[in-house]
């Protein structure tokens, strides 16, 4: 299986605490992606960073990128109960597009009040 | 703008029926595939297209078929439904250019007794 992997499984955080999940995956890439999927609901990208960057930021959001151990992380800062939910990276496995994307086994995130 | 709209969010089968479960999308994108996601595993792929007449295998591929013969609608049907068929289906499009992120309908939801 090309499937990534991600830790933790699960993480659970006050409010306002910032919450840091990895994801490591097995082939060379173009790009990487960062999907958050809401209980009983569909994916929603959250960000992309290419395999020539090593950071970006979207609000809240930090991607970091080492293509060198095939690795990333994601950081949301100063998280709120609304950003429960799980968390998926996701790669192109070197091909062109979007139409064979690899995801990893996922970290569900919970933020409490 | 509906985007990528899955029918239906609940199925119950029984072992040896078929079904299809239907895709469409309204944004005019050339790629469309199909996941399933099982519990503690990403989403994995089960088959891809890239454009109409055009369809491939993924990972996880036997015992469902698909087609494409409009850009709007991609179907995935299951011949012959196995309880190991029991799974949240995501149908998912994305354009080959300018390309960001895939979009992912709201899945359907299939249990195979």
């Known amino acids: 299986s090309q499937q990534g992997e991600e830790d933790p499984q699960a993480l659970s955080i006050q409010e306002g605490e910032n919450a840091t999940m990895n994801c490591s995956y097995k082939?060379?890439?173009?790009?990487l992606q960062w999907y958050r999927q809401n209980s009983g609901r569909g994916l929603v990208h959250l960000i992309l960073?290419?395999?020539?960057?090593r950071e970006k930021h979207s609000g809240r959001l930090r991607v970091t990128l080492d293509t060198s151990k095939k690795s990333s992380s994601l950081l949301i800062t100063a998280s709120r109960a609304a950003d429960t939910a799980s968390y998926f990276c996701a790669t192109d496995g070197g091909n062109t597009g979007f139409q064979k994307l690899v995801f990893g086994t996922g970290t569900r995130l919970l933020v409490s009040p | 703008n509906a985007g990528v709209t899955q029918t239906p969010k609940f199925q119950v089968l029984k072992t040896g029926q078929s079904m299809t479960l239907q895709c469409a999308q309204d944004?005019?994108?050339?790629?469309m595939s199909w996941y399933r996601q099982d519990p503690g595993m990403g989403l994995r792929l089960i088959h891809y297209?890239?454009?109409?007449?055009?369809?491939d295998q993924g990972e996880v591929p036997n015992g469902y078929n698909v087609s494409r013969s409009t850009t709007e609608d991609f179907p995935l049907r299951l011949l012959s439904a196995a309880p190991s068929q029991t799974s949240v289906y995501f149908c998912?499009?994305?354009?080959?250019?300018?390309?960001?992120?895939?979009?992912f309908g709201q899945g359907t939801r299939l249990t195979v007794v």
């Open positions: 082939t060379s890439i173009n790009n």
């Open positions: 960073i290419r395999s020539n960057e």
């Open positions: 297209s890239v454009g109409a007449g055009i369809t």
């Open positions: 944004m005019n994108h050339e790629y």
């Open positions: 998912a499009s994305s354009r080959p250019t300018g390309r960001t992120e895939a979009f």
